[in-house]
């Protein structure tokens, strides 16, 4: 298994630019995450979706957007890039409920807008 | 609403020193789950534990060990024999039970730094 997979591993965008973050785990997991690190913080949810079709916002969804049309995919679209969306962007998956629900999180996606 | 304070932003030691990462939580959930991840240099997360709100038992593991009491809400992490590949950035997470099932919430991390 290759678990969680992101690419592209580093971007630069102009501001307004758009682009999608894609994210894919071969685990069969249903429930899928996207989070942001700034530099010196913890993480903060985006997004997450619990099953193909079936999307919800975290804590800081403002300028993007998801969609969850496959259990294996979960992309993350930015319209209009703007600088406060520099950051590391990372995806996760888990099974939920099974005792050992443990987020599996991907390499990251390092995106500097300018 | 769910918290997790990491209240060491940066500690340094020399090596063969333990350790102790501090992290304290809040939650109105009964049920609860609480993590560890390390984030070295290289940037990518690796998981190093999750406990249950429901099982205390402390747990060791090599030169890990978790002490979890929720009487004070605190899930702290040491380090035994500190070594310089345990320099990294640490991260308490809190998972909750409820309509916060399966969400991360993070503090706001840990920099360790281990000197030769």
């Known amino acids: 298994n290759a678990g969680v997979t992101q690419t592209p591993k580093f971007r630069i965008l102009k501001i307004g630019q758009s682009m999608t973050l894609q994210c894919t785990q071969d685990?069969?997991?249903?429930?899928m995450y996207w989070y942001r690190q700034d530099p010196g913080m913890g993480l903060k949810l985006i997004y997450y979706s619990v099953g193909a079709g079936i999307t919800d916002k975290g804590e800081v969804p403002n300028g993007y957007n998801v969609s969850r049309s496959t259990t294996e995919d979960f992309p993350l679209r930015l319209e209009l890039a703007a600088p406060s969306q520099t950051s590391v962007y990372f995806c996760a998956s888990t099974i939920p409920r099974t005792g050992t629900d443990t987020q599996y999180f991907g390499p990251g996606t390092r995106l500097t807008v300018l | 609403a769910q918290k997790v304070t990491q209240a060491q932003t940066e500690i340094s030691v020399v090596e063969k020193e333990d350790v102790t990462l501090d992290c304290v939580y809040e939650?109105?959930?009964?049920?609860?789950?609480l993590f560890w991840y390390k984030q070295p240099p290289s940037g990518e997360l690796v998981f190093l534990i999750r406990?249950?709100?429901?099982?205390?038992q402390n747990e060791i593991s090599g030169r890990y060990s978790w002490n979890f009491q929720k009487s004070t809400s605190s899930f702290n992490f040491t380090i035994t024999a500190s070594q310089v590949v345990d320099s990294a950035v640490y991260f308490c997470a809190l998972q909750g039970g409820g309509t916060s099932y399966g969400k991360l919430t993070f503090g706001q991390g840990t920099i360790l730094t281990v000197h030769p």
């Open positions: 939650t109105r959930d009964t049920t609860y789950y």
């Open positions: 685990m069969n997991h249903n429930y």
């Open positions: 406990r249950n709100s429901f099982d205390e």
